[in-house]
């Protein structure tokens, strides 16, 4: 089967998985404005193998967002296998293994970044589900993570609020990881080469500060030089001028943007355009409100009402920055309907 990574020009502008975000009136949102790939949020594969409603629900798409990535997470290589051979049959592009992510519930039973204890185990679920599909599989990382780190639930401060994650033993750690009780992502890449794997999403933060910390550019070089296929960085990209300098920084094939895009999908728009020429149009607050529209009418459509309800924190997200922002959103999180968004917005 063709390997769609190896058709895209670089560089490549990815949508980024995050659970309760990428849904599909998101995705096609970010597709609108250029978004190269399109990642789902991510399913577990014990929930795809018992053939869950609602994990099925949250993985559908449509065809105008191809290519579409479904990211899975779990431990057992032969449920990697069965949940692999599902979704190729469903049609997706490709498989993403999710190694990166910091969220507790996740965590706590052994799965996400918590892997990357294990580069070994690591190895064995990548090569597991590579021997099933015959569609391209892809992996998301992080830079590092302490030997020692365990889960407890908190909330992480990010750019857009609070956000449910992880903590480890060492909260003053400043995520760059320089020690020996680290596992980093040099580290799960050499035992992951020798596989059929076509593309890597590299988190250039640390575990221990999985939102907030400074990225690590050095890992990301050092990961670029003993890896020859496809690298998005990932990790604060908030700004086509901050995409163009990772890519320049760290030699990246592209970038993974994913809370930078939070009430601005055009920012793959943006990015193209300032890659490109320089330069990028700014966004009126009058566009702004027409993608409001655009995008309750698509959540409308798929999931009704109850889509609106969820929609509520991507509206809030929209009007930041703007002078009366507090009271608009006070209002936006109330909403039930299309009619008292386009009253809201008149």
């Not at 009418?297 to 920055?321: D, M, N, P």
Request: glycine share 8%.
């Amino acid at each position: 089967m063709t390997n769609f990574w190896e058709q895209l020009k670089n560089p490549i502008l990815a949508l980024a998985p995050m659970a309760g975000v990428t849904d599909i009136a998101f995705r096609q949102m970010c597709k609108h404005f250029g978004a190269d790939v399109i990642y789902t949020e991510f399913a577990s594969t014990d929930a795809l193998v018992y053939k869950s409603k609602k994990t099925l629900e949250i993985i559908h798409y449509e065809n105008s967002e191809k290519p579409v990535v479904v990211q899975i997470f779990g431990n057992k290589p032969e449920m990697f296998q069965q949940a692999g051979k599902i979704l190729e049959s469903l049609g997706f592009d490709g498989i993403d293994i999710n190694f990166g992510c910091p969220a507790y519930k996740v965590v706590r039973h052994g799965g996400g970044v918590s892997l990357m204890k294990e580069p070994a185990r690591c190895a064995e679920l990548v090569h597991a589900l590579t021997e099933a599909v015959s569609i391209p599989v892809s992996i998301k990382i992080r830079a590092s993570i302490k030997k020692n780190s365990s889960a407890k639930k908190i909330k992480c401060t990010g750019d857009h609020g609070f956000i449910e994650g992880t903590l480890m033993k060492d909260p003053t750690d400043t995520g760059v990881a320089n020690d020996l009780d680290e596992i980093t992502a040099v580290d799960l890449v050499t035992h992951i080469k020798k596989y059929s794997v076509a593309a890597l999403m590299l988190h250039a933060r640390s575990f221990e500060r999985p939102f907030d910390g400074v990225p690590n550019l050095e890992i990301v070089k050092k990961v670029r030089t003993i890896w020859d296929r496809v690298l998005l960085y990932n990790g604060g990209v908030t700004t086509p001028e901050i995409a163009r300098d990772m890519i320049e920084k760290t030699n990246a094939d592209g970038v993974g943007i994913a809370r930078g895009a939070w009430g601005k999908p055009w920012l793959f728009q943006q990015t193209k355009e300032f890659l490109q020429t320089g330069t990028y149009t700014k966004f009126t607050e009058a566009k702004i409100k027409q993608t409001m529209l655009r995008h309750a009418e698509i959540v409308f459509a798929h999931k009704g009402q109850r889509g609106l309800v969820e929609l509520r924190k991507h509206l809030s997200w929209y009007v930041k920055g703007w002078n009366d922002a507090k009271q608009l959103r006070d209002k936006l999180v109330r909403i039930n309907t299309i009619e008292e968004i386009k009253k809201i917005l008149s």
